[in-house]
């Protein structure tokens, strides 16, 4: 090749990437683009290329590295075609981050347009563009209008670029933050005069506003968000859901402040997070509620409990402990069950597919995969892991010979046993978390394999076929051949839930504080458990407290309300039921019982009726259930539709929004 051919495919390179650049841009400021295109641009403008990686490292060394940034110069574009390459930020579930470029001079621009690829920085709106003589103008504009992330902290200098737009950045904050006080203000005086009992009837009104916040970088708590919105608005709420609106944008005070005017809820309820967390946002008079799906350490913090204020509320399946062991206020914790959405799409239970035997489970690892797991959480405590490797082979040869372990109390014997054998205090402090993650790790693996392989012969005794659902299990060596892939959450796993013959349960759990099992329901399917004797025992509790009255508290007024004849079977059973949950239970269960029944959830530990139709105790039975479902399709009918009616009542998201809404309102009705 010649210099002079060299040239000329350089100078059709520049033409290609500049007329990109153009196109790119005229699609967000064509009166810029004509600018550009009549501008003169030097060759030896002398405009250096700030360093990629020495930028780069500038912004990520940061407590919040994917914050807004601000790019003062185009300088030659190498920077901002870099930050155009990013990809979201896996790490915090898909964040990106937002740009602000700033670049007045037109030549500047136009130098760098020639020279680099930017169509990635004119194409994605989380490139905030303030560039050529409007800039200011632009920038201003801004600071008055939706503000949907914080201006930015940090800036990198590429090019040449006035002193002004550093100045103007500056006061552009001081707007922002103007505006936020002034929200602030307005909002407190909306709220100043209401009283509580105005509170409770705004609540109790038809259509009452409730405003929900979550954010879009937690995938859980998004979904979670959503549905709890949807049930509010299936019992007539207008619920309003606060999310970012792209994976740039970020809630802000200004924006959350927005919206507490815009909607003007009643309540305020958020997923994880209490109201302190952003003092001064949401006033006193508006109550708000906590739903704790996850002990975070916001949530135990030692000053957590301590700074609910008269209107907060906290609920959640296991708030009672938040009480006992975090200085929640008793008087204003409630306990809410775990929820279930109503199906997308209609969901009349059918005869199933008479085929299928359905078994969603993340939980693919072999019981060696899962020892492994707590060896690793162990550490270097070589006494620890010898420990931890013989009580796995005695759990191994119990279940080998048809046994099994069903309750955490069971397995912490066995670690104890296993203790003793290696020289250490059955009672030594480190016995009981070691035995917890046997529990959970690996016995919870034998004891869901087992019932697995069951279902695995008797579908192939049935002409059936077993199908896994989840990540892990094609690889798993005795039941990879049924593994079916990753089934997403939503109306697939619905359809298929309701479609097969049976959707399994195999975990050593009750049955309905398992998610998987009260989603399935809920989805018009049939659910085939395990049955465990401490699910049989806690149904005859269940039913000696069914003939108590309201106002018993506790296990000794139970006692006094019990016929005496009768008083030593009602013991038997409580003693039996804390020998299941193993020392150190210290909760009276008739208190912790008779406090849900206040609370409005007293059927929350009751079995979903028709239970020993749906359950089974072995391989036998399973085979018989299964049987069954096939054979008798009106009659599976009628129980699945019966079973989504019981499970809708009490844990639909509807029932579930409308309990706390009444809960609070009563609250706030009493302390008025």
Known sequence: ?????????????????????????????????????????????????????????????????????????????????????????????????????????????????????????????????????????????????????????????????????????????????????????????????????????????????????????STVLCHSTEDFAHGARERGFDAQVEVEGAAHHRHTRLSLLQGVLDHDPALVLQIDHLRAENPGLFPEQLPFVCVIQDNLVNLTAPAAGPSMGPTDFATGPWVRTYVHEHAYPAD?????????????????????????????????????????????????????????????????????????????????????????????????????????????????????????????????????????????????????????????????????????????????????SHQRSIDAWMAGGLVLARRRARDVCQETFMAWLSRLPDDVASYAEALDHIKHEDRAAFERVCDELRAYAGEGTELDLVEVNMARRRDGVGWLMELPPEYRRWSFGGADELQAALRWSVEGADERIALCARLQRWINERFGYASGVQRIVDRVASRMEASA
């Not at 905030?128 to 209008?145: K, S, T, V």
């Not at 209401?194 to 405003?211: H, I, K, M, V």
């Not at 069950?337 to 035997?357: E, K, Q, S, Y």
């Not at 899962?370 to 070589?382: A, I, K, N, P």
């Open 332 to 512: 204003r914790c409630f306990e809410t069950v775990r929820l279930t959405r109503r199906p997308t799409r209609g969901a009349a239970p059918g005869p199933g597919d008479g085929r299928t035997l359905l078994y969603v489970s993340n939980h693919s690892g072999t019981p060696s995969q899962t020892l492994g797991t707590v060896l690793e959480m162990v550490g270097h405590d070589d006494r620890a892991c010898s420990i931890a490797r013989s009580v796995t082979e005695r759990m191994e040869g119990l279940y080998a010979g048809g046994g099994c372990l069903e309750n955490s109390s069971d397995v912490l014997e066995l670690t104890r046993d296993g203790a003793a054998a290696h020289g250490v205090d059955r009672a030594h402090p480190a016995v009981k978390p070691l035995s917890e993650l046997l529990a959970t790790h690996v016995n919870n693996a034998l004891y869901r394999q087992q019932g697995l392989a069951w279902a695995r012969d008797a579908a192939a005794s049935l002409g059936m076929s077993l199908e896994v659902y989840g990540a892990g299990w094609d690889e798993h060596p005795e039941f990879g051949a049924h593994a079916r892939g990753v089934i997403a959450y939503g109306e697939a796993l619905e359809r298929a839930s309701r479609e097969s013959a049976c959707c399994l349960m195999l975990e050593p759990f009750f049955p309905t």
């Open 1 to 217: 090749m010649t210099e002079g051919s060299a040239r000329v495919i350089e100078r059709v390179s520049l033409s290609d990437v500049l007329e990109r650049n153009l196109c790119a841009l005229g699609q967000r400021d064509p009166e810029l683009v004509a600018l550009v295109e009549r501008v003169e641009v030097s060759q030896d403008r002398g405009e250096g290329g700030a360093d990629v990686r020495t930028v780069m490292e500038m912004l990520e060394d940061r407590e919040h590295p994917r914050e807004a940034c601000a790019m003062l110069g185009f300088g030659d574009g190498a920077v901002l075609t870099h930050l155009a390459s990013e990809g979201p930020d896996a790490g915090t579930v898909g964040t990106e981050r937002a740009v602000f470029v700033f670049e007045p001079g037109v030549e500047a621009i136009a130098w760098a347009m020639r020279r680099a690829d930017l169509t990635g920085v004119f194409g994605s709106d989380r490139f905030l563009l303030f560039l050529g003589p409007a800039w200011r103008e632009r920038l201003r504009a801004w600071g008055e209008g939706p503000i949907e992330c914080a201006p930015p902290k940090a800036a990198a200098r590429l090019g040449a670029v006035d002193a002004d737009v550093v100045k103007e950045l500056g006061a552009v904050h001081e707007r922002v933050n103007e505006r936020a006080k002034a929200l602030e203000g307005a909002v407190a005086r909306r709220y100043a005069s209401r009283t509580r009992a105005e509170s409770a009837e705004r609540l109790r009104a038809p259509g009452a506003s409730l405003l929900m916040l979550t954010t879009r970088f």
